[in-house]
């Protein structure tokens, strides 16, 4: 196991992040992050904390919980759902942020985008990632990432956060355990 | 977990699950999700040996919700009116590819024959058997007691509710004395002796003879329905000492504890079991227990049926025995 990603520049990616969506959006106005269960919830919440300390504002920030749109649900056991929690304004005519840990086959935001879809009429829909670890099998990009970090498929990457696992880390195992 | 037949299929943690499960669709579906598309190209059978309103509908809207197709298969209209057996509408069902069977059956057993026989490959849900067991509705029942006197998680430890009336004849009884005793509660059965089973003793809930006596100690009140239509045999005096002894009336009501609820699995004799009034009363969550009864047929529809591919082409079904 390496650590790829120590707290100090785990917080430092998810702060050029917020700079980014600000850049890209041309300020806070209208944007709202959904962060998806598990640990992009948490990572949503970091975001938006520092887009409302660097504008002094207070943007809505929510969770999407997409396993009822999994394209899996059919191989797999059945999961248990996560909570999803839209902000009171809706998503309509705002630019949606989804936020997520690991950015991998891109079927995780395929079924985000059917979620969303249920709930409303977004004017923009983007992606940040903290981690983007390639190999996608859908024609989906992010638009934010932290770090790209070329994987092999036989590798996993753990996202670490202090709100569940105690502290902040990214790692990489091989299958071997390594 | 593949069948729901009896509430002894779940443990206490796959129960809690579901409750949770149905706890989210409840909170999605009051919100902005009206529709999801989590079994799209599934087949849901209703297959309704019996009458019923409540349950039919709901496991409808449900399967609905959930965008599986739904067939209704009613004993009236159909060729089991011609004396078609339980096999042959088995298999006719796993000719038509059916994923999940909810079946309602005079017969105690009926669906543990559907399920065990191997007629058919796809789930069966017991939407009620003879006097036997009615899982879901003990679910959604469990539901609204957490709703109401828990923090709407977890179990039901520390609470005590009454099931009073027609016990023997009645399946929801006996499966809320399962469900509701996994689930830590304390569950008291109040009846006449001639309408409490014989070997209720081995149940494990406390049983009494007399409604007042305990009215004012428990959380929540169940009425059970008075199912003439199961009666062959005189049970009690007359109608009028039954409901002034196990009726609830708002007298009763208004001696209960301040936040006790009443619940009342349908359909109701108004006047009989329940007066109309306390049936309406500001206590009363019997509408409430239909809304919950959909959430909680969604959630055992996406348990039974996400994860259980199977070969599409041509399984062979073993047949007699």
């Given at each position: 196991m390496s650590v790829v990603l120590n707290a100090g520049e785990i917080n430092r990616a998810l702060r050029r992040i917020s700079h980014e969506i600000l850049e890209k959006n041309h300020g806070s106005a209208d944007v709202l992050l959904l962060g998806i269960p598990t640990r992009g919830a948490f990572l949503s919440k970091r975001i938006a904390g520092d887009i409302n300390e660097i504008e002094k504002t207070s943007i809505p920030v929510g969770t999407l919980d997409i396993t009822m749109y999994r394209d899996d649900l059919r191989m797999r056991p059945p999961r248990t759902l996560l909570p999803t929690e839209i902000p009171s304004g809706g998503i309509d005519g705002k630019h949606v942020v989804l936020v997520d840990d690991v950015f991998y086959s891109g079927r995780t935001i395929r079924a985000a985008l059917d979620a969303l879809n249920e709930i409303g009429r977004p004017k923009s829909v983007q992606l940040a990632v903290l981690i983007d670890r390639g190999h996608r099998e859908l024609p989906i990009r992010a638009d934010f990432v932290g770090k790209n970090i070329p994987t092999s498929k036989d590798e996993s990457v753990k996202v670490h956060l202090a709100?569940?696992?105690g502290s902040d880390a990214v790692t990489i195992e091989g299958r071997d355990g390594k | 977990m593949k069948h729901l037949l009896s509430i002894n299929d779940l443990s206490k943690a796959e129960a809690i699950n579901v409750l949770d499960t149905a706890a989210e669709l409840s909170r999605l579906s009051e919100g902005t999700v009206k529709k999801f598309p989590t079994l799209r190209g599934r087949t849901v059978v209703n297959l309704f040996f019996e009458d019923s309103t409540r349950t039919r509908i709901s496991f409808e809207a449900a399967a609905k919700r959930l965008s599986a197709d739904v067939i209704n298969f009613s004993a009236?209209?159909?060729s089991l009116s011609k004396g078609e057996s339980l096999k042959d509408t088995a298999l006719t069902l796993q000719a038509m590819g059916a994923d999940a069977v909810v079946i309602r059956h005079g017969a105690s057993g009926a669906p543990h024959q559907l399920a065990r026989q191997q007629w058919m490959t796809g789930s069966v849900i017991n939407a009620g058997d003879g006097t036997h067991e009615h899982p879901t509705q003990a679910l959604l029942d469990a539901f609204t007691l957490r709703r109401h006197l828990?923090?709407?998680?977890?179990d039901l430890q520390g609470l005590r509710v009454a099931i009073v009336g027609d016990v023997l004849h009645s399946r929801v009884a006996r499966s809320n004395v399962l469900l509701l005793q996994k689930l830590g509660a304390k569950v008291v059965l109040i009846a006449p002796p001639t309408l409490l089973p014989v070997g209720v003793a081995s149940w494990g809930a406390e049983v009494s003879y007399s409604l007042d006596a305990e009215i004012e100690s428990v959380d929540a009140i169940m009425m059970l329905r008075v199912q003439r239509e199961r009666m062959?045999?005189?049970?009690?005096?007359t109608e009028r000492e039954y409901s002034r002894n196990f009726g609830l009336n708002l007298e009763r009501i208004n001696s209960m504890k301040s936040d006790a609820i009443v619940m009342h699995p349908g359909p109701m004799n108004r006047g009989l079991e329940i007066s109309a009034d306390s049936a309406d009363s500001?206590?009363?969550v019997i509408v409430e227990q239909v809304a919950n009864g959909v959430s909680i047929r969604m959630a055992v529809l996406y348990l039974l049926l996400s994860?259980?591919?199977?070969?599409?082409?041509?399984?062979?079904i073993e047949v007699g025995v």
């Open positions: 709100e569940i696992d | 009236k209209g159909s828990g923090q709407d998680a977890g062959d045999d005189l049970y009690f005096p500001t206590r009363s994860g259980t591919a199977r070969s599409e082409s041509n399984s062979t």
